[in-house]
C-alpha cells in the first residue's frame, strides 16, 4: 500500500483564459499506475479541461464542495457537492466541469489509465493522441501530438 494526504502534494496551476483551476496529482505522488486520481479547485466563474472525451479511458468525478455545472453531450446538468458523475470511453463520455458558482467548486477526477488513449475535442475540432503513457501518464511516450480533425491524408500518401 502506498498512502500520501492531499496536503503534502502540491498544487500545479492552469491558466488558460476561461480554463483556469488548480489541481494536486494525487496518483502521481503515489506512483499508481493504473488508476490516476487528481484533486481539482476551480475559482467562481471558471472551466476545467476543454470539452472532451476519450477513446480508450474510462473517467468519474466527485464534487467534494462547491456548485456549478457539467456540460456533458446532453447539455448542462447541476454539480452540487456528493455528486458523482461516470464517462465512458466514447462520444457519450464527453465532459467539462464549470464552476458559474460564487464559491471554488473542488472535486475528484479518477480514470483508468490505458494507453494507448485518442482524446477527442469535437468544440475544438481537435484530437490528442497518446502512445507509450496514457493522458495524465508521467512515462515518456513514443508517440504524441495534437491534430485538427478536417487533416486527412490519404493512406498511400507520403
Known amino acids: 500500500m502506498r498512502k500520501t494526504n492531499q496536503s503534502?502534494?502540491?498544487?500545479?496551476?492552469?491558466?488558460?483564459?476561461?480554463?483556469?483551476?488548480?489541481?494536486?496529482?494525487?496518483?502521481?505522488?503515489?506512483?499508481?499506475?493504473?488508476?490516476?486520481?487528481?484533486?481539482?479547485?476551480?475559482?467562481?466563474?471558471?472551466?476545467?479541461?476543454?470539452?472532451?472525451?476519450?477513446?480508450?479511458?474510462?473517467?468519474?468525478?466527485?464534487?467534494?464542495?462547491?456548485?456549478?455545472?457539467?456540460?456533458?453531450?446532453?447539455?448542462?446538468?447541476?454539480?452540487?457537492?456528493?455528486?458523482?458523475?461516470?464517462f465512458p470511453a466514447n462520444e457519450q463520455g464527453g465532459h467539462r466541469v464549470v464552476n458559474d458558482g460564487d464559491e471554488p467548486l473542488r472535486y475528484l477526477a479518477i480514470s483508468t489509465m490505458n494507453e494507448p488513449d485518442v482524446t477527442v475535442y469535437p468544440e475544438m475540432d481537435k484530437f490528442g493522441v497518446y502512445v507509450g503513457s496514457p493522458p495524465g501518464g508521467r512515462e515518456e511516450r513514443s508517440l504524441e501530438g495534437y491534430y485538427r480533425i478536417d487533416d486527412e491524408t490519404d493512406y498511400w500518401e507520403e
Open 8 to 86: 503534502d502534494v502540491k498544487w500545479d496551476e492552469y491558466d488558460h483564459g476561461e480554463a483556469t483551476f488548480r489541481r494536486k496529482e494525487l496518483s502521481n505522488a503515489v506512483d499508481a499506475s493504473d488508476l490516476g486520481c487528481s484533486l481539482y479547485e476551480l475559482p467562481a466563474g471558471s472551466r476545467s479541461w476543454p470539452y472532451h472525451y476519450h477513446t480508450a479511458n474510462e473517467e468519474a468525478i466527485y464534487v467534494l464542495a462547491g456548485e456549478g455545472k457539467l456540460e456533458t453531450p446532453d447539455g448542462l446538468e447541476p454539480l452540487t457537492a456528493g455528486d458523482y458523475a461516470t
